[in-house]
């Protein structure tokens, strides 16, 4: 079955430091792969997502994420981190069923000042 | 504005109390999900529907009602909640692409403690 890992549990980053947020995932063919930001209270917003093309996937707020077949990772970067990004982190791959999304874990973000 | 709609946001209930979440999105969405977070556990999906009267269980759906008798509507239903439910709950819709899978819009989330 697909599933993600986000290795990660806890990051914390200076402010105008560079991000990178770790997902491996498990699947035989090309995975459907999404990024997902939780702040505070608040729901899940996409930040991309990646079904097939260039590995090199550009999201909203500054994000990217580069989708590694050899590693089977599609991690995010963003090169200056803003305060305003500490949130919740989540990778998600498309489900055997189809439709759903298995996500990881998570990853919380903390940016220092 | 498209969106998906909780409601309530936030419930103290007590064991055995019947009670039901609602969800509704103004997208016509054919897929509507439910799912729980719990701390470090990530989100884990209850039921799904992939079109109106079409229901399935997710990967955690003990104790847990859904019926999709409108497009827009998704509600969930604790016939007798217990403190083993205590969690944020979350709807979701999409629209299923070619290769079925899409992106999901998220509600606001339902903060729910049973007692």
């Known amino acids: 079955a697909q599933s993600v890992t986000q290795p990660d549990i806890h990051i914390t980053v200076s402010e105008g430091a560079s991000l990178e947020l770790r997902c491996n995932y498990s699947?035989?063919?090309?995975?459907?792969l999404f990024w997902y930001v939780q702040s505070p209270g608040q729901g899940l917003q996409l930040l991309l997502k990646?079904?097939?093309?260039?590995?090199l996937v550009q999201g909203i707020k500054g994000f990217e994420a580069e989708f590694k077949r050899s590693q089977s990772s599609f991690n995010l970067r963003k090169p200056s981190v803003h305060w305003s990004d500490a949130a919740e982190y989540f990778c998600?791959?498309?489900?055997?069923?189809?439709?759903?999304?298995?996500f990881g874990k998570g990853t919380s973000l903390l940016v220092t000042p | 504005e498209a969106q998906v709609t909780q409601n309530p946001r936030y419930l103290i209930t007590v064991t055995g109390k019947k009670l039901t979440v609602t969800c509704s999105q103004n997208?016509?969405?054919?897929?509507m999900s439910w799912y729980r977070q719990d701390p470090g556990l990530g989100l884990r999906q209850i039921y799904y529907?992939?079109?109106?009267?079409?229901?399935d269980k997710g990967d955690v759906p003990e104790g847990y009602k859904v019926s999709r008798k409108e497009k827009r509507n998704f509600p969930l239903i604790l016939e007798s909640p217990s403190p083993n439910q205590t969690s944020l709950y979350f709807c979701?819709?999409?629209?299923?692409?070619?290769?079925?899978?899409?992106?999901?819009?998220f509600g606001p989330g339902t903060r729910l403690t049973v007692l």
């Open positions: 979701a819709s999409s629209q299923p692409g070619l290769a079925g899978y899409n992106e999901q819009f």
């Open positions: 699947y035989g063919a090309t995975p459907y």
């Open positions: 990646y079904f097939s093309g260039d590995t």
């Open positions: 998600a791959v498309g489900a055997d069923s189809g439709y759903a999304l298995n």
């Open positions: 997208m016509n969405h054919e897929y």
């Open positions: 529907s992939m079109n109106v009267e079409v229901t």
